[in-house]
């Protein structure tokens, strides 16, 4: 079992930067694939980035590609994304989400994720 917990949103103005943090509690941690998701309102919940186990791998989705950075640290059991640039339409609750199956590569589906946070506001102004 991982409990998930973000924080680090907040209003922004357009162009501006935001660091997102998750931190997750549990010993496998460092076993788990990692992703961040997204969703406005009236919108479904969509991938924005996603990482490896071990860092090795990760995976952004082409809306952010260039702006978005994941990251993690397992000795902190911390996940993290970087946010540049951004826009309104970036606007949305960001979610960090952890697959059960250990060691298992990134995937962009929101249903192969099985541990969910409460998710962070982050709004971009205009």
């Known amino acids: 079992q991982v409990q998930l917990v973000e924080s680090g949103g907040g209003l922004v103005q357009t162009g501006g930067s935001l660091r997102l943090f998750c931190a997750a509690s549990?010993?496998?941690?460092?076993?788990?694939?990692m992703g961040w998701f997204r969703q406005a309102p009236g919108k479904e919940r969509e991938f924005v980035a996603g990482?490896?186990?071990?860092?090795?791998?990760?995976y952004i989705a082409d809306s952010v590609k260039g702006r978005f950075t994941i990251s993690r640290d397992n000795a902190k059991s911390a996940v993290y994304l970087q946010m540049n640039s951004l826009k309104p339409e970036d606007t949305a609750v960001y979610y960090c989400?952890?697959?059960?199956?250990?060691?298992?590569?990134?995937?962009?589906?929101?249903?192969?994720?099985?541990?969910w946070g409460q998710g962070t506001q982050v709004t971009v102004s205009s």
């Open positions: 990482i490896s186990w071990n860092g090795d791998s990760t």
């Open positions: 549990g010993r496998t941690f460092s076993s788990y694939t």
């Open positions: 989400g952890a697959r059960r199956i250990v060691y298992s590569p990134v995937v962009v589906e929101v249903n192969q994720y099985d541990y």
